[in-house]
Structures are given as C-alpha cells and as structure tokens.
C-alpha cells in the first residue's frame, strides 16, 4: 500500500481519516507531532498554519508516496496557493471529508484543490466510513518505480516524473 502524507489546518481530519483508513472507530487525539503509520504521515495541522512550519512538511513529504491535501467540506476558507503541486514530487491528490456536514460546500472545496492543482479528488465521512474505500483502493494501486531515464524521458515532454 503507497503511503499518503496528510497536509491540512488544524481540525480538517486527518487523524480521524487515518483511523478510518485504519480500520479504527474515530475517536478524538490531538496531533502533537509528525507521526508516521503503516499507511499514513499525519501531521499536526499547525504545521500547515505556520510559514516556518510548513517548510518541514516539504521535507517529511518525501517518505510518502502520495501527497494528500486534505480539506473539510465546512472550511471557510482555503490554506492551499493555486499550483503549490510544482514544490511536490509525487502525485498530489485532495481529500474532502466532512462531506455530510450541514455546512459543507463541497463543489467550493473541490475548486480550491482543483485549482491547487490535484490531480485527483476524494470525497470522505471518516466517522460514516464513506468513501474511505475508494480511497483505500486508490492507494493499494501498485507503486511505480521509474528508473532515472524514465524520468528524464517524462521531464522532456513536460509531464511530471511519475507519469
Ligand atoms: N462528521 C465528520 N466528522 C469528522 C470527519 N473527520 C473529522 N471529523 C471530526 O472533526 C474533528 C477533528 O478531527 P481530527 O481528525 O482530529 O482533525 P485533524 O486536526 O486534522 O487531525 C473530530 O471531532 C472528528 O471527529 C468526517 O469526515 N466527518
Ligand atoms: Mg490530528
């Protein structure tokens, strides 16, 4: 299974969709620090906050295999720059959870990361379990591994490396 880094503001749900994604009932922990799982880097949502913090999350980016922004459908605005994706190296997908929540705005969110430049989108209710799976499946897809003129061949058609 690939490894997906979380990335979001504080209270977006990232712990609670690494419980999901664990096979966990949701249950409240505060993210005091970076911590690495089996399937996930959860990462406190300061970091994401935080300009001299969101550094670190570039460097703790490179032990996943996915990159995942993650955004709850009732965020009232948005932390992610349009085309942030040129500073990661690895796919970079959107994760929206909160889907079910009376304020969710989900076509907003979806912009937001669009436009953040993800090249897929995920729609979750980490404590329903909705939409979990078909995340789940996305990363049990087999990891590439490209040799380096692979790479290069891709960086000379101006597609991203993994492509
Ligand atoms: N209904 C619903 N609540 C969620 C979801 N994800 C997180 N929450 C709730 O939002 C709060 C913050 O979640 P948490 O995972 O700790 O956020 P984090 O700071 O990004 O790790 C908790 O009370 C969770 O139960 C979701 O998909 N649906
Ligand atoms: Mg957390």
Redesign the pocket.
């Known amino acids: 299974m690939r490894k997906l880094f979380l990335c979001g503001r504080s209270e977006a749900g ?2 609670t969709l690494t419980q999901a994604l664990k096979g966990e009932k949701a249950h409240y922990v ?2 005091q620090y970076v911590k690495t799982w089996d399937i996930t880097i ?1 990462t ?2 300061e970091y994401a906050e935080t300009k001299a913090l969101a550094l670190a999350l570039g460097c703790f980016s490179f032990d996943s295999d996915v990159v995942g922004l993650l955004c709850g459908a009732d965020e009232p605005y948005n932390l992610f720059d349009p085309a942030i994706g040129g500073v990661v190296n690895r796919p970079m997908i959107g994760i929206i959870t909160k889907i079910d929540d009376p304020k969710a705005n989900v076509p907003m969110v979806r912009q937001w990361l669009e436009d953040a430049g993800c090249e897929r989108i995920f729609t979750v209710d980490s404590v329903t379990g909705s939409g979990v799976e078909e995340l789940r499946d996305y990363l049990m897809e087999e990891k590439k591994i490209l040799s380096m003129e692979e790479v290069m061949e891709n960086q000379r058609k101006g597609l991203k490396d993994w492509a």
């Open positions: 990232k712990t505060k993210t959860d406190p949502g």
